[in-house]
């Protein structure tokens, strides 16, 4: 009998523990909206997955696209100094016009 309340008392203390932190709240919320889902999705794990935030592990070519995404971002910031630059620099430059009356 002491052992059984032993386990209870475990439980007990990681259930306050779980309920403390929130999971209780956030797997009452996912599942209940799972059970309000009109049409049930075909996994019910990949949809607890999804409303959860896990990671999916990436697709290699996905990966090698946001690579390229971040390659291009900076390439861009560059040119758009590069024009920032350029629009200065015109400024001070005497219009095309009187460059060929001289």
Known sequence: MAHYKAADSKREQFRRYLEKSGVL????KVL????EEPEKPKSALDFLKHHLGAATPENPEIELLCLELAEMKEKYEAIV?????KTKLAQYEPP???????
């Open 96 to 102: 095309q016009e009187e460059k060929r009356a001289e």
């Open 25 to 28: 709240d956030t797997l009452t």
């Open 81 to 85: 100094e590069e024009n920032k630059l």
């Open 32 to 35: 209940v909206a799972l059970y």
